[in-house]
């Protein structure tokens, strides 16, 4: 039996870094709130005869061949046997390191892109896996599990939680962690929609960037207690609380305001958050009126930004080209439960 299962990169729209444990359990009324895009994670996958799992990856443009007596812990945990493999070894072993595998990947986002593309092709991996040996899924458990071997993997402190649930739920999600649980709340409308993606850009700058090193710098310094860091933190809940509450209210305009307001904030958290490119990019085009405001992706140091604005200008496609940017498509996927 072959499986396919597809499964959304996000784009965060405020509040990320909140979704930090325990950040988000500290500071007041914490939501991250993010879309689930067209842009999608891809895994097919299927038992073979052969003791061994094949693996090609398209976003590394290599195929991989590992044997199935090579599955030991020692390989899976506590080495690197599996190189740039291990998060994808990990999840299979979480079901089976005895069954002979095919697998074809790709993570639906650009390299370094601030899109979350490992942790959704994680979980879409998850899911068709899970389908492969007729598993129920548990989203929460899910969740928990591959976030966990994912921030093993990484090695730079917690991972947030995210970029785990758009490919599992789809459309416009509200997060809230409470202790021991992640509440999810769908907020996505077909109003609500149209007026993001014709308000909204995605902009890839072509900027590789670490999200881990810029979490766990903003991450630390709050528990050192550094005030501009925990000031900025505390406005950053304030503005996403009220971008949720503008959505709510189906008070739209007010959403994209919050959204350049929360990418000011960021920006304060540390020096290298937002690229000197991407910075003259976003001022030149505000100067001019075309746009509202700009936010990074992710932890920011690069790859994906978004930009808000009332229509999409000619000037702001000429200072994309000018910058040799590229323009994603923003199409919002609908919720899948």
Not at 198 to 203: F, P, V
Not at 220 to 234: A, C, H, I, P, T
Not at 240 to 264: H, M, P, R, T, V
Request: glycine content about 8%.
């Amino acid at each position: 039996m072959q499986v396919t299962s597809e499964g959304s990169v996000r784009v965060d729209l405020v509040g990320g870094t909140l979704d930090l444990e325990p950040i988000n359990l500290i500071l007041p009324n914490v939501v991250t709130l993010n879309v689930a895009t067209t842009l999608k994670a891809k895994v097919t996958i299927q038992k073979i005869e052969e003791e061994v799992i094949k693996i090609h990856s398209l976003d590394y443009n290599q195929k991989y061949e590992f044997k199935l007596k090579d599955l030991t812990d020692e390989n899976l945990y506590y080495s690197s046997f599996f190189k740039e493999m291990s998060f994808v070894m990990q999840i299979i072993s979480l079901f089976s390191k005895n069954d002979g595998l095919a697998l074809e990947l790709s993570s639906g986002a650009p390299a370094g892109s601030g899109l979350g593309g490992s942790s959704a092709m994680g979980m879409t991996l998850f899911k068709a896996l899970s389908k492969l040996y007729n598993k129920n899924i548990d989203i929460t458990k899910a969740v928990q599990k591959v976030k966990g071997i994912e921030g093993r993997i990484l090695n730079q402190g917690m991972p947030g939680y995210q970029d785990y649930y758009p490919a599992m739920l789809g459309g416009v999600l509200c997060l809230k962690g409470e202790p021991g649980e992640i509440k999810f709340e769908q907020l996505y409308s077909d109003e609500l929609k149209t007026f993001m993606e014709k308000k909204i850009s995605l902009i890839y700058s072509g900027i590789s960037r670490d999200s881990g090193i810029n979490n766990w710098d903003v991450y630390k310094s709050f528990f050192d207690k550094k005030n501009n860091v925990r000031s900025g933190l505390e406005k950053i809940a304030k503005i996403s609380y009220d971008a949720y509450q503008a959505i709510k209210l189906k008070n739209f305009d007010q959403l994209l305001k919050l959204i350049g307001e929360e990418g000011l904030s960021r920006k304060a958290l540390a020096e290298n958050i937002v690229p000197d490119v991407i910075e003259s990019f976003s001022k030149e085009l505000i100067q001019s009126g075309d746009i509202i405001g700009m936010k990074m992706c992710g932890a920011g140091g690069g790859g994906c930004f978004i930009i808000t604005h009332d229509a999409f200008s000619s000037r702001i496609q000429e200072a994309i080209e000018k910058y040799q940017f590229k323009k994603l498509d923003f199409i919002i996927e609908a919720p899948l439960l």
